[in-house]
């Protein structure tokens, strides 16, 4: 999953290959998809724990992309208008899914544990727990779970992937200050959950 | 942001190590591919890899339930299309012009009681 700034994708280049796509040039779509994949299926997979639901999603909402394609005008930019399909066909998703069980611990990506970068920023995040790794991935996990789906999608976007609060408004259709009031009552609540590993 | 909440953050921040294995994407974009090229020849592509399968379970159970409700109007239907009498198949029927007096009714008889 990408973590860069979502204003480093550069809108002439997208607007080149829709055009292109728009003309039924399939390879400028497949373009887009390599481009947007990666990035997409980090917020949609953060957004349900779950990789099968992610990756099925994640065609879902470049197929409909893609067959919408023709009614993009280009108001936005391709990034926040496939953004803005994902997090409402995810939404819409998580709305169905609510009785089911929304992950479990098998879920659970064991390789991260080896990732030095993890590693790293663990320690830096908190030293004297550094040797558990899988302990801090789960309370992760849970404390994301019980943010609502809401809370979930902005903290999703501003702190796992890095998108400025003006393209979250857009993408979400809210305004810059809901963004930020939700933002905040999430890091509230996260931080009762994460409270052990902050202390 | 106090120093609690940028903790936090810090910690959230962790998740963006979790990514699927190598080549993953590669595989991502063959499938697409695939079911795009399989969407133009049969119409499908739009069917949701997430609901598409209940969505069709829903469907044809609707369609049985449905099916199912109009056989029993065709069967039960009392004037449909099959009951329609056909005149030159129609039995003779044989009306008696007296009426049939019942014999299960007993005659009229004065009751007479004896007396002591």
């Known amino acids: ?199 | 942001m106090n120093e609690p909440e940028t903790q936090v953050q810090k910690l959230i921040r962790l998740k963006r190590f979790e990514e699927p294995r190598d080549g993953y994407f590669e595989d991502f974009l063959e499938e697409f591919r695939s079911r795009r090229d399989e969407g133009e020849t049969s119409k499908g592509f739009l069917n949701s890899r997430v609901s598409g399968g209940r969505d069709n379970g829903k469907w044809f159970v609707g369609a049985g339930v449905a099916y199912a409700a109009l056989l029993v109007v065709v069967l039960m239907w009392p004037n449909g299309p099959e009951a329609k009498p056909d005149a030159s198949r129609q039995p003779i029927i044989f009306e008696p012009k007296q009426p049939v007096r019942n014999p299960v009714t007993p005659p009229k008889v004065p009751i007479s009681i004896p007396g002591p």
């Open chain 1, 1 to 199: 999953m990408s973590s860069e700034p979502a204003n480093e994708s550069p809108a002439d280049a997208d607007g080149v290959l829709v055009a292109r796509a728009q003309n039924g040039d399939t390879s400028a779509f497949d373009q887009l998809v390599v481009n947007y994949s990666p990035r997409l299926y980090g917020m949609i997979y953060h957004m349900t724990s779950n990789k099968e639901d992610a990756n099925d999603l994640t065609q879902d909402v470049f197929a409909k992309a893609y067959q919408s394609l023709s009614r993009f005008r280009g108001r936005s930019s391709f990034y926040t208008w496939i953004y803005a399909i994902g997090t409402n066909m995810t939404l819409n998703f998580l709305k169905k899914r609510k009785r089911r069980a929304a992950w479990s611990l098998d879920n659970l990506d064991s390789g991260i544990q080896n990732d030095e970068a993890m590693v790293d920023l663990a320690h830096a995040a908190n030293p004297r727990h550094q040797s558990d790794l899988n302990e801090l991935q789960k309370k992760l996990n849970e404390a994301m779970q019980s943010l609502s789906n809401d809370h979930r999608a902005v903290v999703t976007m501003f702190d796992i992937q890095g998108i400025p609060h003006a393209e979250i408004s857009k993408i979400l259709k809210v305004s810059e200050g809901t963004v930020r009031s939700r933002l905040f009552y999430a890091h509230r609540q996260l931080q009762g959950h994460l409270e052990e590993f902050i202390k």
